[in-house]
């Protein structure tokens, strides 16, 4: 079966860096879109990013775009979002999450992607 386990996330301060993993499983992910969300308290999930299981094509968000940038290592199954000059609005609980791509590797809508992981806190200090 499919699984997805976030990792990285912890407590920084302001214009710090993180970088957060996703370890991929279960499956070949070749056909897939691979998508970054992130939720915080009393706020609608949020897309972030999405690549191509390939690294070929990528996606940002325009509100991250000069400062997340997402990755992919398909050797090692793992798929990445960097995270530069943190702010406390970034704070959340960051997800990872893959659909099986439908044309185009710009997918925002949280409910394309098919698996998720459970998610990894992001805390971001003034």
């Known amino acids: 079966q499919v699984r997805l386990v976030e990792s990285g996330g912890g407590l920084v301060h302001t214009g710090e860096s993180l970088r957060l993993s996703c370890a991929a499983s279960g499956r070949d992910f070749d056909s897939y879109v691979m998508g970054w969300f992130r939720q915080a308290p009393g706020k609608e999930r949020e897309f972030i990013g999405s690549?191509?299981?390939?690294?070929?094509?990528?996606f940002v968000a325009a509100s991250v775009r000069d400062r997340f940038h997402i990755s992919t290592d398909t050797p090692k199954n793992m798929v990445y979002l960097q995270m530069n000059s943190l702010k406390p609005d970034d704070a959340a609980v960051y997800f990872c999450?893959?659909?099986?791509?439908?044309?185009?590797?710009?997918?925002?809508?949280?409910?394309?992607?098919?698996?998720w992981g459970q998610g990894t806190q992001v805390t971001v200090s003034s």
């Open positions: 690549i191509l299981w390939s690294g070929d094509q990528s």
């Open positions: 999450a893959t659909g099986r791509l439908a044309g185009n590797v710009v997918t925002t809508r949280a409910s394309f992607y098919e698996y």
